[in-house]
């Protein structure tokens, strides 16, 4: 999971933004025959981008423009992804959105839209049906339109998000609350995690599992025999799920991960990533001194150089130091949880094998 201070890194243009530019280009073109390249629209807070176009086509009732997503200096997924936008005219008056090629379907309720809809999100309709007003503004029309968006090679591209996981087939969603792509701020992925929460709250389950990684993941599945629709991918962000479940509570929650990642958030850490925490190793030597270790095992684990090389040297004394970490893990959760949902902690190795469990 790739992050680092923003410092002088360029700002991007999400998908919903680069949809509502085109949007905006295809619906003028469809009323005046002209194209504006480049567009501009109006974002929530403000700023006036402006997009040019990567490609425009008319044809009877409707007209299609294109914008290359730009994320700037963010490594999206999405970057360099063409958005295709198709405006029609819409009889029964309003904005009807569509879902072309490489765009989603919602399949399953817990989201913001409807099963059946396309995945595009509130805010981009927010944005689109915004430059649409604008332009229709300008020239003195209804803003009535059928919006089809397409984005080739989506659906390919959406196997590496979660999407599937989430309900949302056959393509990428059309995302972005502001407007703007800030740099390695992996909005996307604390959107992911969101939604899964609601996703699974929606189908009924008691039981949740936030993981840091797949290993992990697939371990506490199998542990709990959990369906996949109770599965979080967390990555870094324990502060992100925790926060969003205390305000969305779920009856169970279990956090799985390896020794490393845990023992940050033992130690009151809640966002788990290199760049933001690292692991107190002289915490870990106090940890392993308050279990019994004798004067030469704590000079030992003083010289190691990693969390991992500390547990090794309580593991081969016989001192449960993961099952410590695994309980004040689930300390540090219950705290940030503020109460309502029951925790458990598992602590798995590299290889999926269950090295500590705490809780219920």
Known sequence: ?????????????????????????????????????????????????????ARHERGSGWAEAAVVKDAGDDPDVTHGALIVVRVADNPAGGIAYRAGEGVGTVTRPGLALAVGEPAIN??????????????????????????????PGGEEIAKRTLNSRLG??????????????????????????????DVARAAGLAHVAGSTGRVSEEAVQRLHRLPEEALIDMGDFAGGMLKY????????????????????????????????SQVDLDGLVTALASLGADPDLVAKAREAGSGGAVLALADEAG???????????????????????????????????????AGP
Do not use: N
């Open 168 to 197: 949302i087939i056959g393509g990428l969603s059309i995302l972005g609350t502001t407007g703007i792509v800030i740099p390695y701020s992996c909005s996307s992925w604390i959107h992911s995690i969101h939604r899964g929460i």
């Open 319 to 357: 001192l449960p130091l993961a099952d410590l970490i695994a309980r004040r893990s689930r300390e540090v959760a219950l705290a940030t949880l503020a109460g309502g949902v029951a925790i458990d902690v598992a602590v798995f190795d590299r290889g999926g094998q269950l090295l500590a469990h």
């Open 245 to 276: 479940l205390r305000a969305h509570p779920v009856p169970r929650l279990t956090l799985a991960g390896g020794f490393g990642k845990l023992a940050k958030l033992a130690s009151g850490h809640l966002d788990l990533h290199s760049g933001a």
């Open 1 to 53: 999971m790739p992050r680092r201070p923003e410092g002088s890194l360029r700002h991007g243009w999400t998908t919903g933004a680069c949809a509502a530019a085109a949007a905006r280009a295809a619906f003028e073109a469809l009323h005046t025959g002209r194209f504006p390249d480049p567009v501009s629209i109006a974002l929530p807070r403000g700023e006036r981008p402006a997009f040019a176009l």
């Open 122 to 151: 509130p805010k981009p309709r927010e944005i689109i049906a915004r430059a649409l007003a604008d332009a229709a503004t300008d020239l003195g029309r209804l803003a009535d339109a059928v919006v089809t968006i397409s984005i």
